[in-house]
């Protein structure tokens, strides 16, 4: 097999460990500190943190799995592409202040840091994704006792 042709093993296992470090950030930290600090306290981006939070488990866990590797970095790639742009509309276009926004937990980071994280976790998903061994067709091949009782 040459170099080409071999699968890249470690973008699928930093981008699950960025994404279950994030999620660990946003429940671990907080105003109120917890699971608590996603409950509705008055904030409007409540709701947005707890689905990134969903979000990031689920794509997090999805790609650490062979099985669900490819589902997995598509739905954390998409994730962060929406956790992307949302950083830059909210930054250029609405000029929107982030702070208190517990996307990161306790630490409060300005707009171009929420677009930084998401474009570098957004790296080896997109790696993963377009691993050429990843693209391959499942093919089921019978077994042979299959294959004898099969023919008359």
Do not use: N
Not at 56 to 83: D, I, K, N, Y
């Amino acid at each position: 097999m040459s170099e080409a042709e071999r699968p890249r093993r470690w973008p699928p296992f930093v981008a699950g460990a960025a994404l279950l470090a994030l999620f660990v950030l946003k429940m671990s930290g907080g105003r109120a500190g917890g699971v608590e600090s996603m409950s509705k306290c008055g904030h409007d981006e409540d709701d947005v943190v707890a689905l990134m939070a969903l979000a990031e488990l689920a794509s997090g866990t999805l790609v650490l799995l062979p099985s669900t590797r490819r589902l997995g970095a598509f739905a954390g790639l998409v994730t962060m592409t929406a956790a992307a742009g949302w950083s830059l509309y909210a930054g250029l276009v609405a000029r929107i202040d982030m702070k208190g926004c517990r996307c990161f937990g306790a630490f409060d980071a300005p707009w171009w840091v929420h677009f930084l994280v998401a474009a570098v976790v957004a790296v080896p998903l997109w790696l993963t994704l377009s691993d050429a061994s990843a693209r391959r067709r499942l093919v089921f091949r019978r077994s042979a006792t299959s294959r004898q009782s099969a023919v008359p």
